[in-house]
C-alpha cells in the first residue's frame, strides 16, 4: 500500500497556452554546479569565445559531470549568480551572438538501436545527460553501475501539482520517447518497460498510444492518483510488488524520468549535448501559463518577458512546485537542468503556525514512516535525531501539507538533516 494522499493538481492551468519555444536572450548564466558539487572549477576566462554545444568544464568529482555552453558568444565575466535553492553561485555570464555556431556539427544518426552498452554509457558522459526529474544525477553512473538491469519503469506520474512539462513531453515526442526506450533495451538486454502515469496523463496521448503498437515490450501503467506515487521506490513497488530499502536496483529495476528519456533520444541521435528543456511556467500570478523550451541559463525575467509578465507586483516564486520546491528571493534566477517548473503565486501573509496539537497526521501520511514532528522536536540534538532517521526523507511536503497546526515540518526536517550531516 502506498502511503500518501490525492492532491487538488491544479495542471490545467499551464496547458491552456501552446507550447513555446524562447530562442532571443541577450544573456546566457551557466552556473558551475552539477550533482552536489556548487564549486565546479572552470579555466576559461572573461573575453573568450564559446561555440554553442562547447565544454565550459567538468566536474572534480566520481561523477565526472559536463556542464556546457547553451549558445554561441563571448564571456562577460565569471562571478556569484542567484541559484536556485537562494544561495550565491560561481556562474559564467556569455553575451549571445544570436549566430549558435558550432564547432563540430554531426549528422542525424539513422537506427539508435545498433548501439552497444559502451557507446550508449560513453555517449552519456561524453554529452552530460543527468536526471530531468530535478535531482540531476548523472545518468551515465546509474547505468554504469555493476549491477544487471532487467526491467525499466519510465516515470511520467508528474506528481508536483502545477508542473506539467513532463506531460508535454509525453504528448509532443511520443516516437522518440519510444526509440530511445527501445535503444535501451536492446543495448542493456531489459526484458521490458512499463511507462507509469496517472489518469490525468493519459488524456491526449492517443498518438502515445498508437506507437506503442510496434513495441510489445514496452506497457503503459496506470498508477493510483495519490501523492508521492512518483517517488521511484513506491513505483517499483507498485508494478512489481519489489520491497526496496535503498534503489529499485537492488531488484534490477532501472527508473527513469520521462523527460530524462528524451534528452538519451536527442545524445543517441544527434551525438550533441543536452542544452536546454521544457520548463512549466504556471500559478495566479502568471498572466499566460505555459510550457517553455528553454536554453540552459536563461534567466526567469527573460521568460516571463515572452510570455506577457506578471499579474502582481507582490509575489512568491517557488522553483519546482509548491510541495517539494524551494522558494526564491528574486526573478533574475539562472533556469538549469535541475528546474522542471516555476510557480509563481500572489503573495499571501504566511499563515500563523501554532502549536502541535499530537494529532498524529504527519506520521500517518509519511511515505517513508519517519516521525516529522519529533524531528523538529529534536532537530538540533544529534544523539537523538540518528535514531530518528531525517535522512530518509524524500522532501514531499506531506507533512507541511496535512498539518493542522500549519508547522513548516517539512524545511524542519531537512535542517535536522544538515544538523545530523555537518561534522563536527
Not at 541559484?83 to 555570464?93: A, L, R
Not at 536496483?249 to 536527442?266: G, L, Q
Not at 503573495?347 to 500517518?364: H, M
Amino acid at each position: 500500500m502506498i502511503r500518501g494522499t490525492k492532491l487538488t493538481n491544479n495542471k490545467n492551468i499551464s496547458l491552456r497556452n501552446k507550447f513555446i519555444e524562447i530562442k532571443d536572450v541577450d544573456y546566457i548564466y551557466i552556473p558551475l554546479v552539477t550533482y552536489k558539487n556548487k564549486n565546479v572549477k572552470c579555466d576559461l576566462k572573461v573575453g573568450d569565445y564559446l561555440y554553442k554545444n562547447q565544454l565550459i568544464a567538468t566536474s572534480n568529482d566520481k561523477y565526472e559531470s559536463k556542464i556546457f555552453s547553451s549558445v554561441s558568444g563571448t564571456i562577460k565575466d565569471i562571478k556569484p549568480c542567484l541559484y536556485i535553492d537562494n544561495t550565491m553561485v560561481n556562474t559564467v555570464i556569455i553575451e549571445n551572438d544570436y549566430l549558435d555556431k558550432e564547432k563540430i556539427k554531426k549528422g542525424a544518426k539513422k537506427n539508435i538501436s545498433k548501439y552497444t552498452k559502451e557507446d550508449i554509457l560513453k555517449l552519456m558522459k561524453d554529452n552530460g545527460v543527468v536526471g530531468m526529474s530535478g535531482n540531476i544525477f548523472p545518468t551515465h553512473y546509474k547505468y554504469g553501475m555493476d549491477l544487471k538491469i532487467n526491467k525499466l519503469i519510465v516515470n511520467a506520474v508528474e506528481d508536483e501539482i502545477y508542473i506539467t512539462s513532463d506531460f508535454t513531453n509525453l504528448n509532443d515526442k511520443p516516437s522518440e520517447i519510444l526509440e530511445a526506450i527501445d535503444a535501451l533495451m536492446s543495448a542493456f538486454n531489459i526484458e521490458e518497460c512499463y511507462i507509469a502515469l496517472k489518469s490525468f496523463n493519459k488524456v491526449g496521448i492517443d498518438d502515445f498510444i498508437n506507437y506503442m503498437g510496434t513495441y510489445p515490450n514496452i506497457h503503459i501503467e496506470e498508477v493510483p492518483d495519490k501523492y508521492p506515487v512518483g517517488y521511484e521506490r513506491n513505483l517499483a513497488n507498485y508494478i512489481y510488488n519489489a520491497k526496496i530499502k535503498k534503489y529499485p536496483m537492488e531488484k534490477s529495476i532501472m527508473v527513469n524520468n520521462i523527460s530524462t528519456i528524451y534528452e538519451i533520444y536527442r545524445v543517441l541521435k544527434y551525438e550533441k549535448p543536452v542544452c536546454g528543456r521544457i520548463v512549466t511556467i504556471s500559478g495566479n500570478a502568471v498572466k499566460n501559463p505555459t510550457n517553455v523550451y528553454i536554453k540552459y541559463g536563461t534567466l526567469l525575467s527573460d521568460v516571463l518577458k515572452e510570455i506577457g509578465g506578471l499579474k502582481y507586483d507582490d509575489i512568491n516564486i517557488i522553483i519546482n512546485g509548491p510541495m517539494m520546491g524551494t522558494t526564491v528571493s528574486s526573478l533574475d534566477v539562472m533556469l538549469t537542468p535541475k528546474v522542471t517548473g516555476v510557480v509563481i503565486q500572489k503573495n499571501v501573509k504566511d499563515k500563523k503556525e501554532y502549536e502541535c496539537i499530537n494529532c498524529g497526521k504527519c506520521v500517518n501520511v509519511c511515505p517513508v514512516r519517519l516521525s516529522p514532528i519529533q524531528i523538529k522536536k529534536y532537530k538540533n540534538q544529534k544523539n537523538i535525531l540518528k535514531k530518528l532517521n531525517p535522512n530518509k526523507c524524500i522532501g514531499c511536503g506531506l507533512c507541511s501539507y496535512i498539518c493542522p497546526s500549519n508547522i513548516k515540518l517539512r524545511d524542519d526536517v531537512l535542517s535536522a538533516c544538515e544538523v545530523l550531516n555537518n561534522e563536527d
